[in-house]
Each structure stands twice: as structure tokens, then as C-alpha cells.
């Protein structure tokens, strides 16, 4: 009688050990996709953007901005001339780049009286242009200037004709609205320095007066 139903038992075990083998199996399966389909998501997403240190290398940056304590020039200015009282008047301030944007107009307004700078501007739009220069000091003096922003000035500067004499009375001019505003020395230095980074790719020669 007890042998009736002893055989069940190895039955039963060999039952057991076998679906534990197929459920595994199955698993290790499923894991195998999962993963493959996670390598070519990550593929997928390097071959868009490519990996974060060529990223890095592909884009160089070519000179840092200045440091006022722990705080870059860009935001440090914003709060540090907030309460100027006489240097503004007469000029719109800008809730989004303050005193920058006071600078640029200033230095659009000594460039244009000078009509070889003028010339450059006459069928321009002045409003665009001088948020678009007020983003790109800040930009400078908040991230620093990298390889691409240089490639996309030397861009959009190309066919304009811009003489070294012209540059230098749109540079002086910047330079000496910092001097008037008592700038640091470093914010000083590093605009000099872009200035001179700059003037190869937006004159259209150096060689030419
Ligand atoms: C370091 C010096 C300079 C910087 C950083 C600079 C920056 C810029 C920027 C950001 C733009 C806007 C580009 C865009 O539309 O996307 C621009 C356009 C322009 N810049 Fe400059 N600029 C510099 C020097 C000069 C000088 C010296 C002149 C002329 C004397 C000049 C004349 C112009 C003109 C005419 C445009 C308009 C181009 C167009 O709309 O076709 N720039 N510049």
C-alpha cells in the first residue's frame, strides 16, 4: 500500500526542480533583454549628445570668469551696484542683467559717435543688439567664453568689415565705462583679455588700419 504513493515523493521533488530550472531560466532571459535594451537606450543617448568629458574637450573653455569672494563678477555687480544713485540716470535698468545692461547701452552710445562703428549699425536692430551683447558680457564675466562662442561671434561677424581701429573705439569704450563704474581689477583683466581673444576673428584683418 505505501508503495502505492512512495514514488510520488521523487516525482514530486523532480517536479519541483525542474520548474525552479525553467522559471530561472526565464528570468535570466528577461534580465539579458532588459539589460541589452538599456545599453542601446544609453547608446542611443551618447551618440546625440556624446559623453560628458568629450562634451567637455569638444567645447574648451578659453578663459574663465573672474571671482569677486565666492561669487562670480556677473552676480556680484547685480548686487553691488543695485543702489547706485547718479551713474544710471537717464538709462533703463534691466531686471534681468542690471547693471550690464546700463554698461552696454553706454558703450552702444560712445561707439555711435563715431561713424565708422556707426556705419556697422545703421539698418540694425539696437534693442536686440545691446540685450544680445548685455547676455554675452555676462556671459563672460558669469561662465567664461569657450570655444564655441567664439567660433559663433567669428560667425556672425564675418562679412561685416569691421576695421582694428573701429574695434579698438568699441573696446576702449567698454573698458573705460568699467573704470568709470570702479570695476575690480580682475573684471578689468578679463575683459582686456577677451578683447584681445576676440579682435582676430571679428576684424576683418588685422593688417588693415
Ligand atoms: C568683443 C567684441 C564684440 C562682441 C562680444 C560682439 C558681440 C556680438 C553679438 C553677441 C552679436 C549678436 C549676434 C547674433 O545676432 O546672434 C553681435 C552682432 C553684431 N555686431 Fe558685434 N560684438 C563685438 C564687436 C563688434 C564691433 C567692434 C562691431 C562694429 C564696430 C560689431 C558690430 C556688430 C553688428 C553690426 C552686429 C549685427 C550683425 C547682424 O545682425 O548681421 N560688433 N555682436
Known amino acids: 500500500?505505501?508503495?502505492?504513493?512512495?514514488?510520488?515523493?521523487?516525482?514530486?521533488?523532480?517536479?519541483?526542480?525542474?520548474g525552479l530550472f525553467v522559471a530561472g531560466a526565464l528570468a535570466a532571459r528577461r534580465l539579458a533583454e532588459a539589460h541589452a535594451d538599456n545599453n542601446k537606450l544609453k547608446e542611443m543617448a551618447l551618440s546625440v549628445k556624446g559623453p560628458a568629458h568629450a562634451r567637455e574637450t569638444n567645447n574648451k573653455l578659453l578663459i574663465p570668469p573672474p571671482m569677486i569672494g565666492d561669487q562670480t563678477a556677473?552676480?556680484?555687480?547685480?548686487?553691488?551696484?543695485?543702489g547706485r544713485p547718479t551713474l544710471g540716470a537717464g538709462y533703463a535698468?534691466?531686471?534681468?542683467?542690471?547693471?550690464?545692461?546700463e554698461i552696454t547701452k553706454k558703450m552702444y552710445a560712445a561707439g555711435a559717435g563715431d561713424l565708422?562703428?556707426?556705419?556697422h549699425?545703421?539698418?540694425?536692430?539696437?534693442?536686440?543688439?545691446?540685450?544680445?551683447?548685455?547676455?554675452m558680457l555676462f556671459m563672460l564675466l558669469d561662465v567664461g567664453i569657450r570655444e564655441k562662442t567664439v567660433a559663433k561671434l567669428a560667425e556672425v561677424h564675418k562679412d561685416l568689415d569691421i576695421t582694428p581701429r573701429e574695434y579698438a573705439v568699441v573696446i576702449n569704450a567698454?573698458?573705460?565705462i568699467l573704470q568709470e563704474y570702479k570695476?575690480?581689477?580682475?573684471?578689468?583683466?578679463?575683459v582686456a583679455k577677451a578683447g584681445a581673444a576676440l579682435k582676430p576673428v571679428i576684424v576683418r584683418s588685422a593688417s588693415v588700419a
Open 93 to 101: 535698468d534691466d531686471p534681468q542683467y542690471g547693471v550690464w545692461f
Open 174 to 176: 567698454l573698458y573705460s
Open 116 to 119: 565708422g562703428v556707426f556705419r
Open 1 to 18: 500500500m505505501v508503495f502505492d504513493w512512495i514514488w510520488l515523493i521523487p516525482a514530486f521533488i523532480l517536479g519541483l526542480v525542474v
Open 74 to 82: 556677473a552676480k556680484w555687480a547685480m548686487t553691488h551696484y543695485a
Open 121 to 135: 549699425f545703421q539698418f540694425k536692430d539696437l534693442a536686440a543688439l545691446e540685450r544680445k551683447f548685455t547676455a
Open 183 to 190: 570695476m575690480p581689477q580682475n573684471v578689468l583683466d578679463t
